[in-house]
């Protein structure tokens, strides 16, 4: 009988030592739903002091790189305006080769513009001369 008195006795312990312990159970999206907490002592609170030349050498590293990066922003800012004004000259140049493609025809007699119907009047548009070459 005392033997069986001990193997209770290790099974409470066991028992103990699982109600300790949080099971990590994980989701479908394959996540533990709970985080393993850290002692507070293991966490690092503060860091060590850093040497003048460190400190220099950082403020060195970090002003380069915002100098690179600044860099970066201007050359995409002028590229975005250089594109912007390529494509204002393109439209102008399409503008002018459009004009001087067109078919003019003068018309010197106003009565045919008496003589024509409505639609066709519409479809009538009118032009400066000096810009348009006539043929």
Do not use: Y
């Not at 915002?66 to 102008?92: G, V």
């Amino acid at each position: 009988m005392g033997s069986m008195a001990t193997t209770t006795n290790k099974s409470k312990l066991v028992k103990k030592k699982v109600e300790n312990e949080i099971p990590r159970g994980k989701a479908k999206s394959n996540r533990p739903w709970k985080t393993p907490k850290t002692k507070f002592a293991t966490i690092k609170k503060t860091l060590p002091r850093l040497t003048f030349e460190k400190k220099m050498e950082l403020r060195r590293e970090l002003r380069a790189i915002k100098e690179r990066s600044k860099e970066i922003k201007d050359e995409r800012k002028q590229a975005a305006i250089a594109k912007h004004q390529r494509q204002l000259e393109s439209a102008e140049k399409r503008l002018a080769n459009e004009q001087r493609a067109e078919i003019v025809q003068v018309i010197k007699n106003p009565a045919k513009l008496k003589r024509m119907k409505k639609k066709q009047i519409r479809l009538i548009e009118k032009r400066d001369l000096s810009k348009v070459k006539v043929i």
